[in-house]
């Protein structure tokens, strides 16, 4: 028997089915779905199987479930199931991560096997994390929240204290600072790692469903509920429920998640048996909601049973000194997830990087740090943030931007004078006219006052 978990994501059902009961007869234990949005849920930091997935489906296709997933996890083996037409598709799906692929019709004994090696590779990965940390290497917390300032250093001993529990947790933090990576660091270093993590955007549920979306319905329930649906916190049981930015819930939705907070027991929509539920409750939010409740949109009982136990993710303005490692960790990770070999970063550019404001915090770093992978260059702000300029990748650029930069300064220290510039830079006063030309450099901005070429 092949001992291992799959995750089978298939929207067409008779083939789903007819993959699951093949996986399931070679002995493997398999959950399949339509929705690629539960495997999302199950395959976290922690999974100990395989995610096997049509290439071709509606709404999210097989090659992005495989990049979100490899953004939580870059070593989760994916296999993409393909069509004929499809294997150019699959070759850079390859490229970009995917374990293998296999293309339809297709044996069972050959489904089999790529899935047996995939699942004895994801031991392996899981194995060495486990020798990394007893050899006393950075464990998995340091891989996803990076740096050695002392905020970060914090919140990595809060997070490892506070995971092992069953506390809920209010995660504080700016946009892109990586609030959604310490939810998952606490549901994977919890009891609950095995079971689903459920991550329910607060700001995107549509007003007139979210209680069906949350608490579920029967059939009935409304016009349009032709037949009974579990809701979100249901589809969680076991596991973990993270509410992001949970201050853009509306009032009267706050009432109802507060007593399902309290209680834990959900109640249908058209139903009046409640449910007994068993989860941890994470929520986020860019702020620490107390301006909220003094201005009457949230409640401030709510906020008393979230926030027991509160997290404060630090910007990178915070953190300035991690900026660097951070850069170079998210651009080796880059790298690998493009296939591309290891790129090289001049000291000027890491400079620039730790020198530059990053609204966006390790969002907007990560992608950055993507396009300097795949030699597009990288957008650096001037200090003062009103403009910029692109320092890429590329020797030549680098150079013609030294070059600039060192005539520039001549020209400054000069007063726009051109012979001392050339002579003092051992150039002949064509070639010196000729860089001004290329790099645009007018003589007028330079000078004090009207002067002759001296």
């Known amino acids: 028997m092949n001992a291992g978990h799959i995750l089978l994501v298939d929207d067409e059902e008779e083939l789903r089915l007819s993959t699951a009961q093949t996986l399931d007869l070679a002995g493997f234990e398999v959950k399949h779905f339509a929705n690629p949005e539960r495997v999302l849920e199950l395959a976290g930091f922690g999974f100990s199987g395989i995610v096997i997935a ?6 999210m296709d097989g090659l992005t479930l495989m990049n979100r997933l490899h953004a939580i996890d870059r070593d989760v083996p994916v296999i993409l199931v393909t069509g004929h037409g499809d294997v150019q598709l699959a070759v850079r799906a390859m490229r970009e991560g995917a374990y293998d692929f296999i293309e339809k019709p297709f044996a069972s004994s050959q489904l089999a096997e790529i899935a047996s090696r995939a699942l004895g590779y994801r031991r392996l990965v899981l194995e060495n994390r486990v020798l990394r940390a007893v050899a006393g290497q950075r464990d998995d917390v340091e891989q996803r929240l990076v740096g050695r300032s002392n905020v970060m250093v914090d919140l990595r001993r809060k997070l490892r204290t506070v995971a092992p529990t069953d506390a809920d947790v209010l995660i504080v933090g700016e946009t892109g600072s990586g609030k959604e990576v310490v ?32 608490f579920g319905h029967e059939a009935g329930a409304f016009p349009g509920a032709l037949r009974a649906r579990f809701g979100k916190f249901e589809l969680a049981q076991g596991g973990t429920i993270l509410l992001d930015e949970i201050g853009s819930m509306p009032l009267d939705v706050q009432g109802k998640l507060l007593r399902v907070i309290q209680e834990r027991v959900i109640t249908r929509l058209g139903a009046n048996d409640p449910l007994p539920l068993d989860v941890r409750f994470l929520a986020t939010s860019k702020t620490g909601l107390e301006d909220d409740v003094e201005a009457g949109r949230f409640r401030a009982d709510l906020l008393y049973r979230l926030n027991v136990i509160t997290l404060t993710v ?43 404001q990053w609204p966006g915090n390790v ?60 002579e003092s830079l051992g150039l002949s006063r064509k070639t010196l006219y000729e860089k001004m030309q290329k790099y645009d450099l007018e003589r007028a901005r330079f000078e004090a006052e009207p002067a002759e070429d001296k």
Do not use: W
Request: aromatic letters at 4%; hydrophobic letters at 45%; charged letters at 25%.
């Open 363 to 422: 969002r907007e770093l990560r992608n950055a740090a993507d396009r300097y992978a795949l030699d597009l260059g990288m957008p650096v702000v001037d200090p003062d943030g009103s403009g910029g300029e692109e320092i890429s990748s590329r020797l030549a650029d680098r150079v013609a931007a030294f070059e600039k930069g060192v005539i520039e300064n001549a020209l400054i220290a000069h007063g726009g004078s051109l012979k001392p510039v050339y």
């Open 314 to 356: 630090p910007p990178l303005s915070a953190r300035r000194e991690d900026i660097p490692l951070l850069f170079m960790q998210l651009l080796t990770e880059a790298a690998a997830r493009y296939r591309r070999d290891p790129v090289s970063v001049s000291p000027h550019v890491i400079a620039a990087i730790a020198d530059r």
């Open 183 to 214: 939810a998952r660091a606490l549901h994977d270093l919890s009891p609950r790692a095995n079971r689903p993590f459920v991550a329910i955007n607060c700001a995107a549920l549509p007003a007139s469903l979210i209680e069906s979306e949350l």
């Open 54 to 59: 049509d290439i071709r489906m509606p709404g």
